[in-house]
Nanobody, 127 residues
Framework: QVQLVESGGGLVQAGGSLRLSCTAS????????MGWFRQAPGKERECMSA????????DYLTSVKGRFAIFRDNAKNTVDLLMNSLKPEDTAVYYC????????????????????WGQGTQVTVSS
């Protein structure tokens, strides 16, 4: 099993940047594909980005491509989401998620594919 804790959320003005971090405890972090999701009030949860076990393959939601970047450091058990050029519509609670997978290249873009979730961190972008 793995436990996930997000940090780095906060209030930022439109056009600003934030770096979210997710720290995992437990065994074999490099056996997990990771994802960052967000959920705004009244909206469905959506996947912002996903990253393979070794960090070499990434995916992004179209609306954040070019603005967000996902990184992982398997030695430190962390996966970060760097968010640039933030917009008010990026306001949401952001969650990281993990799923163990045998394939090094697998990524998962649906929430139901993940087994473990953090508690979330609030990101608020003011206009």
């Amino acid at each position: 099993q793995v436990q996930l804790v997000e940090s780095g959320g906060g209030l930022v003005q439109a056009g600003g940047s934030l770096r979210l971090s997710c720290t995992a405890s437990g065994r074999a972090f490099d056996m997990y594909a990771m994802g960052w999701f967000r959920q705004a009030p009244g909206k469905e949860r959506e996947c912002m980005s996903a990253i393979s076990r070794n960090g070499e393959i990434t995916d992004y939601l179209t609306s954040v491509k070019g603005r967000f970047a996902i990184f992982r450091d398997n030695a430190k058990n962390t996966v970060d989401l760097l968010m640039n050029s933030l917009k008010p519509e990026d306001t949401a609670v952001y969650y990281c998620a993990a799923r163990a997978t045998k394939s090094v290249n697998n990524r998962f873009l649906r929430g139901r594919d993940y087994d473990y979730w953090g508690q979330g961190t609030q990101v608020t972008v003011s206009s």
